[in-house]
Every structure is written in C-alpha cells, then in structure tokens.
C-alpha cells in the first residue's frame, strides 16, 4: 500500500432543501433582535424540508452530478455519513445506489458520529483507494438538523448532503496522511433513539468544541503536520457560521498571535457564505465550508487548506487538503448558487406546520404530498417502507 500516491476529493457538490426560513421571519416570532441572529449566531436563513424530503432525497440529490459527469462504474464503495437516521437498520445509502443507477457490485454503509462522521467517511474512502487506486468510493453527508421550537438551538437549523468522489489522483484536493484526533466522552449535545430532536447543553457544546480543536491540532502538531502559517485558509465545522470565527480566534491565539475580530472576519469569511444560508447541516457542514472557499475569489492553485471536523460527544479531527493546480475546471459554482437562490421562501405558521409533520408510525399507506423542486422524492410510505422515486420534470 502506497503512501506516495496522491489520494483525494476529485469532485465535491452539495445539495439541499427546497424551503428556507429566514432569520428575519423567526425574529418576527421570537421576538428577538435579527442582530442577534444575523451577527451574534451569524446566519441569515436556513434551509428546511419539504415533506417528500429526506436524508436519502438529499443525498442522492448531491451525488447526481457526480455519477452524471464522472459514470459510476468505477464506484465499488459508497459511505453514508447522517446522524438523521431513517432506519436502525437498513444502511440509507442503499436507497441512494438504486436512485443513481450504480452497479450491483458496491458496498454501501452507513457511518454515524454526530457531525464528525463524514470526515471518518473521507478517510476510510482515501484508505480503501490506497489499496487498490482503480477504484472510487462515494462519500455522502446527509443531515436534517431539527431541534424542539422555541428552544435555543431552533436559530441554528437546517439541512444539506454533500457528495465526494474520492480517488486516486484527484482533480479538486489531495488529503493529506498527517492528521490529528481528538475524542473525549462527554454530554454536550445527544440525541436517544426515542427522541426525533436532540438534547443539547448549548454552551457547554461551545466549550467542548473548542477543546477539542485545541487537542485536534495539539495531536496534529505533535505528528508533524504542517504549521498554521502554511495554511491558506482553515474550514470549520460550522453549527452556525459564528463558531468558525470563535475557532478561527482560538487556533490563532493557541499560535501565539494576537487576533482581532477584524482578522478573523477577513481569513474566515469565504467559507461562511453557503453555511450562513443553509444553517446547520450536521456531518455536510465542514464540506460546505470547503465547498464555499473552493468557490470563492481566493486563489488556491497548490495551496493547503486545514479542515477541523467536530463531532458532538465528542470526535474531532484537525486534517489537510492541497488544492490541485487546476482546481477551477471541477467547480460546480453555478449549480450551488442556484439551489440556495431557488429556495422558496416560508413564512413563520407554514414552518411551523412542517416542523410538526411526522410520517406514520403504524405501517398505514400514506402519499406525501409533491412540494421538492429536486430530482427525487420520498413519494410516501408502504406497509412501513420508504417509497422514493424520481421526478419527471
Ligand atoms: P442562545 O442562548 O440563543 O444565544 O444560544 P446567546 O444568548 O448565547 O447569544 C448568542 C450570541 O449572540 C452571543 O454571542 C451574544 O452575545 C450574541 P457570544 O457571546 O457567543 O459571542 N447576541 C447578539 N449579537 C448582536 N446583536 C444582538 C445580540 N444578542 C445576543 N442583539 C447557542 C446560542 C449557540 C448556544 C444555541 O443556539 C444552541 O444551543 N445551539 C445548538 C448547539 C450548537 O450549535 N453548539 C455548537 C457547538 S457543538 C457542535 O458544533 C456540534 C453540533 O453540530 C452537533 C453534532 O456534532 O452533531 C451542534
């Protein structure tokens, strides 16, 4: 097993709901200043789903144009990030292989630790190609992230998928082998399986995300990753956009500089602005961070950029990516500007309704009414299975 050969993301797209809520409305209900959610959380809307949208509708939906521009024959493994489960046991990715058309001979899991499990997910997909490079594996993150109304994580909603083809010789970003690892036992936000929202001790969360960037990197440095001023620009895992620029601070002070809100703002900002609009996303968030800076101005033929993926409960890792010198000819800017432009907008009491909707629990045949603007859709449920299909126009 080589570890010379250059292993990494060959392309990166994310997608996600057909609804948003702004911020601006929650406020009108809240009651709360818009500032506190436009500056203090930093987000601007999120995005919410339709009744015929899931984690495999999202999922299938990000991975798409991927199978469209690269064929799927070369996939032998496709790894499903969620903590959104929609089963205990049936892997959701198995829905996603039949929506996309791929082959019988691939294996499809289902990878869960809170939002940390796609970067286990990237990392697995990077070792099975050291093993055999004439393969792909399909990396998806798929989330809903959903807490109790009225409660303090409500402004920190949302959902998103974002699919990676890992590969040999990538075109996007090679992973690095360095990486760092933090975990820690510990109750800062859970959901059990009887709950359909989380538990969550919002500052406590805060304090245990930033201590494990502080182990993360620790053990990163202790391995001889590379220093922070060889980094080009950092990713976060991003609950809500704010988090980035309270990390960002912390990663510099640990560093020994002396950061100010302005500096921060500045090195953070191109990786906020799809988040900002999507909200929490759980396992795709750090990849819509990535997603967003490989989209943005900055110029990073060559560069490295650092990714810090936090899971709650807690797993975190500190890892680094070198963006490819002709990066830009992979892009699918256009298409992530599209879907979060053609979201329809809610109002307050339709969010509500949907925020209230269940599917039913007693095997009773049911048809979702058609309100996705995407690809696939959950068309409803059948003697207690899923009935996904694809839309015709
Ligand atoms: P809260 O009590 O609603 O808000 O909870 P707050 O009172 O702490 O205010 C938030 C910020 O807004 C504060 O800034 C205020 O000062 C500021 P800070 O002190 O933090 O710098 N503020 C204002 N700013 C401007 N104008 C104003 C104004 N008013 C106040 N008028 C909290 C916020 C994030 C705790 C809550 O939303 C929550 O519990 N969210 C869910 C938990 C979470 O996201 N934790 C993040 C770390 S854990 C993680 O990332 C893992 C996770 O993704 C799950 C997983 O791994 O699976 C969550």
Known sequence: MSTDLPVGIHDLTFATTSLVL???????????????????????????????????????????????????????TLLLATESGIDQSKAAGIYVHRLLG????????????????????????????????????????????????????????GAAAAAM???????????????GLFTQDIMDFWRPNYRATPLVDGKKSLDAYLHALDGAWHDHQSRHGLPLEKLRAVCYHQPFTRMAHKAHHRLLYTNGAQPTPETVQQAVAPTTTYNELVGNSYTASLYLALAALLDSDTPLEGETVGLFSYGSGSVAEFLTATVQPRYRSTLHTWAHQKALATRTALTYPTYLDLHSEQLPQDGHTYRTPHQTRGRY?????????????????
């Open 22 to 76: 702004t911020h601006d409305e929650l406020a009108r209900h809240t009651g709360a200043n818009p500032s506190k959610y436009h500056y203090g959380i930093g987000q601007r809307a999120m995005s919410i789903p339709a009744v015929d949208e899931d984690i495999v509708t999202l999922a299938a939906e990000a991975a798409a144009p991927l199978v469209d521009r690269h064929g799927g024959d070369t996939i032998r």
């Open 102 to 157: 791929l082959h019988s001979g691939v294996r499809v899991v289902e990878l869960k630790q809170a939002c940390y499990g796609a970067t286990a997910a990237l990392q697995l997909a990077c070792a099975l190609v050291r093993t055999d490079p004439t393969q792909r594996i399909l990396v998806l993150a798929s989330d809903i992230a959903r807490y109790d109304l009225d409660s303090p994580g409500e402004a920190t909603q």
């Open 165 to 179: 083809l890992v590969g040999a010789h990538p075109a996007l970003a090679t992973v690095d082998a360095v990486s």
């Open 377 to 393: 859709r959950l068309a409803g449920i059948d003697a207690h299975q899923r009935i996904y299909e694809t839309t015709t126009g």
